[in-house]
């Protein structure tokens, strides 16, 4: 789309490295996008803002800021695979958010791809919205030409050369006009009707029908070609500016004002500025780069914002826009468009700018949660403070990542999307901020209970110069309900003074941290002190806590105290057509996998 628009000069391979999203030096080793990237394009007097998002779940983040920022999402479709579970995802997302949808089969010119096998498993898995514009055909087992469905027009692609050709027949053209007439039957009860009533639809019903679906989310269009070649790039960027909506015809978005309360923010150049921070970039050569979107107004130099999460102004003095890493410079960015802001320190991911005229707060990015959580250290002794503001940079670009210290292992942990995500983040760390470390496998915070009950006497008598220490305490212990110590009291008699048993509690609660096995914190314990004795001089608060304190020391070990694993929570997912079966069967192949690699 960049070569055919003449955005870029030359068509990169993300095989050889030099494609014009793909510019991070761990993205060109691994051949594949770990974040998302943005360049605009010029197509038929339209400005298309391009957002390149990965596809893999470990980076899952890049999706999520690219959804934010866009007003269509295009879900790519491998010919020969076809749907998988980020397809799902991707949809899924898309409708959460309200976006137009699209698909696009790729990869058609290997002989391997099944396009119509595709677009079945699509209807199968979305229904009727799914609506057929750019399709194949095939002679002798390759792909011959590329035919729109909408305009009844084929195109044959040889050499880089595109050539109207007359329309060839197709077996089953009466399907995918059943499937179009089908998708446009969905976007009102008038259009539903007269399809079941079996009247056919106009031309101008169908192409305004295709207008208005596509726009309001009810008809997901498919459109196919191969991204080598080029072929059938061509059409689908004229049915994007013929199809896809533009942001003025979202017409609005909801924020909330400075009370809390929802409004509806127009996409309108002429209101007061709004814009929401989609995407940070942290660059130890070209510091932070805030990636913005335009709700409403227009930027311009020296214009002053106000950050609605941190009350402060802003002051933008330069703004540019990105064509992958390259810089361009711009005057105003309005309304609806997309733009980058260097060096705004204060601003992070998700907040919102505006005009103090109108202050609010705009939708942040929805990042998914950390599905994964490791113990990072240092590979010098003494450097873990570097590695922890290290990571804390990393955050700032990336959300998704997780950082704390536990208290009980006294290890930093980080949490990620994956093992990928991890990888990346420690080739981060080394790259831009010249800090090396490694990741290993948590150590497991354990808990102490016991299993039976117990009844054990607590004596603490001390005697000094002057006044003593007495305290006296009869406790029963046994396993509890709750993870926090039950304590409850059954005194008759007076024999302990009620002003004693919140130092009774104490003594127990402190004792608790440490358990009679491995001295692992204690959890499920029920405590019931039920006698004792007092000494009217003696006695004192701090005798009868150590009194519960050798109660407790005395009284567990005989309590068949057992070790308590933590229960690990793991969430996978069926792919497309897969049984539970093929599932399990799946995971045990790649768990083998994993040990011979190991090994």
Known sequence: MLYLSN???????????????????????????????????????????????????????????GIRAADTIVITLSGKSGIEVGTEKAFNAAN??????????????????????????????????????????????????????????????KDGNVTEIEMPKLDIMEDLKTAIEEAVAETS???????FAGEKFSEEEIINGLHKGVRDGTISPVFCGDAYTNSGIEMF???????????????????????????????????????????SINDPFIGKLSFFKVISGKIKRDITLINTRTGKEERISKFITMAGKKQISVDEITAGDIGVIPKLQGTKTGDTLCSPKRKISLKPVDYPNAMLIMAIYPKKE????????????????????????????????VGGLGEQHLDVLITKLKNKFSVEAVLKVPKIAYRETIKTKVKVQGRHKKQTGGH??????????????????????????????????????????????????????????????YDGSYHPVDSSEMAFKMAAMLAYKNGLPKAKPILLEPIAVSYTHLRAHETVLDLVCRLLLEKKKKKKKKK
């Open 7 to 65: 955005s870029t000069s030359r068509l990169g391979r993300v095989t050889d490295g030099n494609t014009v999203m793909d510019f991070d030096q761990d993205e060109i080793r691994r051949k594949e996008s770990i974040s998302a990237a943005i360049a605009p394009i010029e197509w038929k007097d339209y400005k298309i803002n391009l957002i390149d998002t990965p596809g893999s779940f470990d980076f899952a983040s890049g999706l999520y800021e």
């Open 96 to 157: 959460k958010n309200g976006l137009t949808k699209m698909f696009f089969v790729s990869g058609l010119s290997d002989e391997s791809s099944r396009f119509y096998d595709v677009f079945d498993n699509l209807k199968e898995k979305f229904g009727n919205t799914i609506c057929p514009v750019i399709v194949p055909h095939f002679k002798d087992g390759k792909i011959d030409s590329y035919i729109n469905l909408i305009k009844s027009r084929a195109y044959s692609y």
């Open 189 to 195: 009860e008038e259009m539903f009707d007269k399809y």
């Open 237 to 279: 960027l004229d049915d994007i500016v013929f199809l896809a909506p533009t942001s003025k015809d979202k017409e609005f978005e909801i924020a909330k004002d400075e009370k809390g309360e929802e409004v509806e923010i127009e996409i309108n150049e002429n209101d007061p500025v709004s814009c929401i921070v989609f995407k």
């Open 382 to 413: 003494g450097e873990e403070d570097k590695v922890a503001q290290a990571v804390m940079r990393v955050m700032e670009e990336d959300p998704s990542i997780t950082f704390k210290t536990d208290n009980e292992t006294h290890e930093m942990l």
């Open 468 to 529: 003593g220490q007495f305290g006296d305490v009869y406790i029963e212990f046994a396993p509890g309900e709750k993870n926090e110590l039950q304590f409850e009291e059954t005194i008759v008699g007076g024999s302990v003074p009620k002003g004693y048993f919140p130092a009774v509690e104490k003594g127990l609660l402190e004792s608790i941290k440490k358990g009679p096995l491995a001295g692992y914190p204690v959890v499920r314990l029920k405590a019931t002190l």
